[in-house]
């Protein structure tokens, strides 16, 4: 991801960036390859005749096995080309993915939002330096999102949790955004009645979500009220 990517915000750097491991496309690939072979098996089997009932199996067989070898190939040639357009990156306020390349998906996740980071490995990931990660947000499974075969997954968990546990208190004047590790910091002095009044919003939202705690709430309520 460039820093100057359209997608990020006023303040918003990223930190962290990774992409999908090469084992990826061969993954993905396994039935292409197996479409492949078997249109290889095919050409062992198929009747050496061009007349009669052989010939006509032997044409049906020549079909379905060019129909084998081309499908396999262009759908290795997809998966190749899935993996090097796929992006992931961490910055001091969310959790960006970018992947696929017909079905595109691109996802981003608030790390305000986030309450929990799993990571999988098989022998394999482990060895080569790739795996899994989930992403669970307070709304529960209906807000989870999974990353496979990730290069540098254990970095990218760990800058995750870094950026949660340290990022910095944003302004009121941002009501997109509220950092709840600093909701007993006062809001800057230039916010207006409207934005706070969005904020409070945001904050019930966060509240009804289980991402902060009553009392956290009833804390940066009264500071905001405060300055009506």
Known sequence: ??????????????????????????????WAILMVLGAVALGWTQPDTSGGLLGLISRAIDLVRLGLFYGGVAWT???????????????????????????????????????DVRTSSSIVGRALGYGSIRLISASGVAGEDMFTTVRDVQTLKQEIMEQKAGSAPLAVADPGIVNTANLSDKAPPAATPLEITEVLERLVRLRDAGAITPDEYSVKKA???SRL
């Open 223 to 225: 500071d905001l009220l």
């Open 77 to 115: 040639i997809y998966n190749f080309v899935a993996w090097r357009t796929a992006e992931y990156a961490v910055t001091n306020r969310r959790v960006f993915c970018r992947e696929g390349l017909a079905r595109r998906r691109a996802s981003d996740t608030l790390l305000t939002s986030l309450s």
């Open 1 to 30: 991801m460039n820093k100057m990517d359209p997608r990020l915000v006023s303040g918003e750097t990223v930190v962290f960036t990774t992409t999908k491991h090469w084992a990826a496309p061969v993954a993905d690939s396994r």
